[in-house]
């Protein structure tokens, strides 16, 4: 280390004392360290230079320059004047820091944790025995790389205050490219060490495209910029955020506008929010944010919620197309668990307007920035509802009791409206009875989940009323026709996952019934009377059957489906069957025989079985049959003969 003055004295006659040049070179920082008995932690070099005068009784150090230089490319630097030293008076330092190696700064923070200080400058002035800082800028690594840098920040003075208290004034924040920041904020913090009397206002103009990602394939100008205002303070003893304004400008495909006040932040207090959004062609949208275009209309959200203390209410409104779907909800969270009550209605809705805002939401979040995804991939969303709720945890953090009431479906055949009730307490959840309008039947399902234990599994039960046959052969592109009318009941419990697992895994049993209905062959007749009565039989002329009643329990396990008494009943004929299939395995095995009603124990005209493979089955006729012999000898049928009861059964 080298330390040098050199000076002359100043005569009695001017005052007396002396005056020179200081000049200081520390050599290596560790091999000071080590001489000073101090761990090793520093390396570099430090030197100084200043002009100083030494006049009783002040010292004054003026064209003061000095630089320290580490080892990791950090530099600190000071150049100014200090009046007095003694009284430290007279300051007058601009001090300049640099905490990083040049043109190698820190990755960008996206989270508070990885914030880090990459440069500092500030004028310190001291005066009557206290400092200020004075144009102090502190530049850090947050935002990503379009919005820059959370910087600079400045602060006109650093201060104590007539009161004691250390006071930030004049503090300007700025993010964005300097000659046109996207955000710029005002304010001051009068109480800095216990952060009281905050007060902050500013103003935002964003290119919304920094919103989206994929930003190669933005059409950025089409998007136009969001502006707005927004102010803050703590003036009531709490922060509040006293105004949020913010509005799409420049653009013709959308129109967002949201306001937003907020009572006390910390305690999620007195809340006032609204928001509108407008999308006037969705397809145009996705197209303009980098997404995959779906052919689906006008989109409107509208949303909007007031809140006091631990009540809020909310109401959302989604109008997709020519379709409106709305939400009130009452939210209170007094007690130990979150409690939302509420209504979704709908006076009318298409489904195909339904399915279309579910893609176009669902690829509108994916395509959002979140923090650290910059220039990331993301699969193209399917518009899965799944996609925009996390059903799971809204139904394990709160108690849910929801109405559903949607009046009229439109551009279906089949659903025609729709009821329900969901609702769900410490994490047992329940969604029905929800009754379903369907082609002129009806049908009411219940499904249960406890998303504590067994969240994957759900539980279905239900009945189905009035069910169209006729409609049912057409879905199944069969070559007969037929009509009647099913009713049943269900109850099924399997995987969630998907619609794949579920019905792949489900078990449980099925009871399907119907009566007074009919087939477009006669060839049920034929196996159950036999050729020569068949050939004389109404059946045959008008090839139609009339079925007057049907019963099939079924059971189900897995993908197997088995049943022991399917029974099909016309005038003359009782069609008994038993057997299983499984479309997981791809086989099938049902035997089946035919005979006169109220004649179980005449032989079948025509027994057969089905048999093989589930894809392509073999039907034989057997040479024997099955459903012909009581073991206990019973012979006669009872004189109140039960409809499609397998006639073997009942007899006595």
Not at 266 to 278: I, K, M, Q, T, V
Request: net charge negative.
């Amino acid at each position: 280390m080298t330390l040098d003055f050199n000076g002359t004295p100043i005569t009695t006659q001017n005052g007396g004392g002396f005056e020179g040049k200081l000049t200081l070179d520390t050599g290596e920082i560790g091999d000071l360290l080590e001489l000073l008995r101090l761990d090793r932690d520093m390396e570099g070099q430090a030197n100084l230079m200043a002009d100083i005068k030494s006049q009783h009784p002040k010292l004054k150090i003026s064209d003061i320059s000095t630089a320290l230089n580490l080892a990791g490319g950090q530099l600190l630097t000071a150049k100014g004047s200090v009046e007095n030293l003694i009284g430290f008076e007279g300051v007058d330092l601009a001090i300049d820091g640099r905490f990083y190696p040049q043109g190698t700064p820190p990755e960008t923070a996206t989270d508070i944790k990885d914030l880090k200080l990459t440069n500092l400058s500030t004028l310190i002035v001291g005066t009557e025995n206290a400092l200020e800082f004075q144009d102090l800028t502190l530049t850090t690594n947050a935002f990503d790389n379009e919005l820059k840098q959370i910087g600079p920040v400045r602060f006109g003075r650093v201060f104590r205050a007539d009161n004691g208290n250390l006071m930030l004034e004049d503090i300007t924040l700025q993010a964005g490219p300097q000659d046109r920041p996207y955000l710029t904020a005002k304010g001051n913090i009068k109480d800095l060490l216990r952060l009281k009397e905050i007060d902050f206002s500013g103003t935002m103009s964003i290119p919304a495209s920094l919103f989206f990602q994929e930003q190669s394939m933005i059409d950025t100008k089409s998007l136009g910029s969001v502006e707005g205002s927004f102010s803050a303070d703590d003036l009531q003893g709490f922060l509040s955020l006293n105004q949020f304004d913010a509005q799409t400008v420049d653009t013709k495909i959308w129109q967002l506008k949201t306001q937003a006040k907020l009572g006390n932040v910390n305690d999620f207090e007195d809340l006032s929010f609204d928001l509108d959004l407008e999308i006037d062609d969705s397809a145009r949208f996705l197209a303009a944010i980098g997404q995959k275009t779906v052919k689906a209309g006008p989109l409107k959200v509208n949303l909007s919620a007031q809140g006091k203390q631990e009540d809020f209410s909310s109401t959302i409104a989604v109008t997709p197309g020519n379709s409106k779907l709305s939400a009130n909800l009452e939210t209170s969270t007094a007690g130990a668990r979150p409690v939302t009550k509420g209504k979704v209605s709908s006076e009318s809705i298409a489904l195909q307007d339904i399915k279309d805002a579910v893609v176009v939401a669902s690829r509108i979040e994916a395509s959002f920035r979140q923090p650290g995804t910059t220039g990331q991939k993301h699969s193209g969303s399917k518009g899965k509802v799944t996609d925009l709720i996390e059903a799971e945890d809204f139904l394990l953090d709160q108690d849910v009791d929801l109405s559903i009431e949607i009046k009229k479906i439109a551009g279906e055949q089949m659903i025609t409206s729709l009821s329900s009730q969901l609702s769900a307490s410490n994490g047992l959840a329940q969604l029905g009875p929800v009754d379903v309008a369907y082609d002129g039947g009806r049908f009411s399902a219940t499904a249960k989940m406890n998303m504590a234990k067994s969240p994957q599994l759900l539980s279905l039960q239900g009945t189905i009323k009035d069910w169209n046959l006729e409609t049912l052969f057409s879905e199944l592109n069969t070559k007969y026709s037929a009509e009647g009318r099913l009713h049943g009941s269900f109850a099924f419990t399997g995987n969630r996952r998907s619609i794949e697992a579920y019905v792949n895994s489900m078990k449980g049993s099925t009871l399907i019934l119907m009566s007074n209905g009919g087939i477009s062959t006669s060839l049920l007749e034929l196996s159950g009377l036999g050729i020569f009565p068949w050939l004389i039989s109404e059946e045959l002329r008008k090839g139609y059957s009339k079925i007057t009643c049907l019963a099939a329990p079924i059971k189900i396990t897995a993908g197997d489906v088995s049943f022991s008494s399917f029974v099909a009943e016309t005038k003359k004929v009782q069609l008994v069957a038993h057997g299983d299939l499984d479309w997981i395995k791809n086989t099938i095995s049902i035997q089946a025989e035919a005979r006169k009603l109220g004649k179980p124990l005449s032989r079948s005209a025509w027994p057969f079985e089905v048999v093989g493979s589930l894809t392509h089955p073999k039907i034989k006729l057997l040479h024997h049959n099955i459903f012909q012999q009581r073991k206990d000898g019973a012979t006669e049928l009872p004189e109140n003969r039960k409809s499609c009861v397998p006639d073997i059964s009942q007899l006595r």
